[in-house]
């Protein structure tokens, strides 16, 4: 991996770097690089964590396919390669991805995955829950 260099832009116009941008690319071999520049945010949080492996429970138990062949499939499928799986997400980012994977379970499996704030039904989650939480 390639060096991090942390950067901050202030209110007042004025931008901070954790180190000097021309000091580390003076530092690289020969080659060709991507400068990726995105926007920090909080890690995916704990919830998203546990819906998400709830989930390929789930989809386990439905297709008899391993809990960690559905989740390398998404991972492969709507994460950029750059990043390192569902741990180097914001939850901006594992919101998005998890949304990606509950439209591609509906359209390509016809499995349609509970999420929390279903209107039409709260009881069908919290059985969801119940029954994936250990599994």
Known sequence: MGKVIRLEKTPFGSTKLSSSLVEAVD???CGKYVILIEKQGFARTMSQ????WMWM???EYWSG???KVWHDHYVSLFIPPYKHGTSDLST???KHFM?????????EWGVNLPLPDDEDDNDTFYEFVDEYKYK
């Open 27 to 29: 530092a690289l071999p």
């Open 49 to 52: 964590n546990r819906l998400f």
């Open 57 to 59: 429970a789930q989809l």
């Open 65 to 67: 396919t391993p809990r």
């Open 92 to 94: 901006e980012a594992m």
């Open 99 to 107: 949304n990606q994977i509950h439209a591609d379970a509906l359209t």
